[in-house]
Structure formats: structure tokens, C-alpha cells
């Protein structure tokens, strides 16, 4: 069922676990990949690392590239900048991944933009 801080899905309605659970135990493994699209279920280790290696050679999105232009730029600083005023969590906006989108995650993005 996951553990909150943990990047693991946690829904306090259980859906997902009843889906997946046998006997009311969840004892393999459910791979989700970006689009939320079911890839796995089981619990072999060669499989899960396959799965996983797939996903990420389909994902294109760069760290920092807020509007997935395949480029960094002040462009996506500006996108940090109203996810923070519009006061909207945005999951790729949060670049330190501390499910808040602050300051911090703007000086990592401008860290990006010069190469630091």
C-alpha cells in the first residue's frame, strides 16, 4: 500500500490494492508508467528491470524542461514561476522532488540552464 515521502502511489481508498492484492496481501509488484498505464504485475526481478528500462527509453522529458520543448530555457523558469504564484503543484515543476515547487526548484532550474 506504500508509504507517503516514498515514490510509490498512495490512495487512502484502497482501488489499487483491491485490484491487485491477492487475499487481501500485496505480495508483487505493480509497474504504472508515466501515463498511468498498467505495464506489470509480478515479481521477477529480470522482468521488473526489463519493464523499467523500457519505460525509461520512451520517456523523452529532460529534467527541467517544464513545457517539454526538448530544451531549457527561460521559457520553463517562467512556467516555475506561475506554478508558484498560481499556488498549483506541479509534478515536473518539482525538481528537488520535495512535492513542494519553490524557490528552490527555480535556482535548480537556473543551476540547469548554466550548467552548474
Do not use: H
Not at 515514490?7 to 505480495?27: A, H, K, T
Not at 515479481?43 to 513545457?67: C, Y
Amino acid at each position: 500500500m506504500g508509504e507517503e515521502g516514498v515514490p510509490i502511489i498512495v490512495e487512502p481508498n484502497y482501488q489499487l490494492f483491491d485490484w491487485f492484492s491477492i487475499d487481501s496481501y500485496l505480495g508483487v509488484i505493480v509497474i504504472l508508467d508515466p501515463n498511468m498505464v498498467y505495464r506489470y504485475y509480478g515479481s521477477d526481478t529480470n522482468q521488473i528491470f526489463s519493464i523499467i528500462e523500457e519505460i525509461l527509453s520512451e520517456t523523452t522529458w529532460i529534467i527541467g524542461d517544464i513545457n517539454f520543448d526538448e530544451t531549457i530555457d527561460i521559457l520553463d523558469v517562467i512556467l516555475i514561476v506561475n506554478s508558484i504564484l498560481g499556488d498549483d503543484y506541479n509534478y515536473y515543476s518539482d525538481l528537488n522532488q520535495d512535492q513542494i515547487v519553490n524557490i528552490q526548484d527555480i535556482i535548480i532550474l537556473i543551476a540547469i540552464i548554466l550548467g552548474n
